[in-house]
């Protein structure tokens, strides 16, 4: 089917669709790069494929020849949602295009489980839109998503290293994450001034510590604000004891926010919620 179509390049002419600052775009028309990434998302035969912003349709032509059995793809670009016309008449029973906001859209209403997510993601609003998903992310398979490499990098980030932090407990407390390959600049159209990484996120079933997310994520938010202070100071902001806190979670004062894992995380938010702190 994809011989039908015409190059992206042409496309893009066609609908005049320079990419724009505002929105986040570079566009990736490296047809062995969009491949590899549809690769990476596994069988997609059995699944709906959400995808974010596809621009002129590189990556989602690759979701459908890898066998995706539907995709929706939703883009805000008035241009971009003209220049898929041709892709939606090729995969008329396979492709819908939701003209709409990433930011503004619940993926659930969008189509049934089995759902993955496969998206190269606006640079712009790439973590907001994975904090959103992490926080019902048991309504997904996987997601297989690109971003720039630094917060790849923060995302699978271990304890002690300098890219740890709020963004890499919240992640790892969720899923299993992996960074499965890097992207240079020049693959893209018009090149970026960062390197970018595919990294894949698995839904952890039943995420441990069992607490609930605001909690953990105010715990965490306190750490690290200030994150070369130790625990007895940076975790002030929580509004209870400190000295109690520390003590029922096991957990030295002068210790950093960057050195614990989840799991003691998970402890200081139990201690949290014990000590009348948070949402129960």
Not at 133 to 148: E, G, K
Not at 162 to 188: E, H, M, N
Request: aromatic share 4%.
């Amino acid at each position: 089917m994809s011989d039908a179509l015409p190059p992206l390049r042409e496309v893009i002419a066609r609908h005049g669709i320079g990419a724009r600052r505002s929105l986040g775009q570079h566009f990736l028309l490296d047809l062995n790069l969009t491949g590899r990434i549809a690769r990476s998302a596994g069988d997609l035969t059995q699944t709906t494929i959400i995808e974010i912003g596809p621009g002129p349709g590189g990556l989602t032509r690759a979701l459908l020849e890898a066998g995706a059995r539907r995709v929706v793809a939703i883009e805000r670009d008035d241009r971009c949602v003209a220049a898929l016309a041709d892709l939606v008449a090729a995969y008329p029973d396979r492709l819908r295009i939701v003209a709409a906001d990433a930011l503004d859209v619940d993926l659930t209403t969008l189509c049934g489980p089995p759902r993955k997510i496969v998206a190269n993601l606006p640079y712009n609003i790439g973590t907001a839109l994975l904090l959103r998903w992490l926080m019902q992310a048991d309504a997904f398979v996987d997601m297989t998503l690109m971003f720039q490499r630094e917060v790849a990098l923060r995302l699978v980030a271990a304890p002690g290293t300098k890219d740890y932090g709020r963004l890499s407990v919240f992640t790892q407390w969720r899923c299993r994450a992996r960074r499965l390959f890097d992207i240079p600049p020049s693959a893209f159209t018009p090149p970026p001034k960062v390197h970018s990484s595919v990294v894949q996120l698995v839904p952890i079933a039943e995420p441990q510590p069992a607490v609930p997310a605001a909690a953990l994520e105010r715990v965490t938010a306190a750490a690290f604000g200030q994150r070369r202070k130790m625990l007895r100071s940076s975790l002030k902001t929580l509004g209870v004891d400190v000295g109690a806190l520390l003590e029922r979670a096991g957990e030295n004062p002068t210790a950093r926010a960057e050195e614990l894992d989840v799991a003691r995380f998970g402890a200081l938010t139990e201690a949290y919620l014990a000590l009348g702190g948070g949402d129960h």
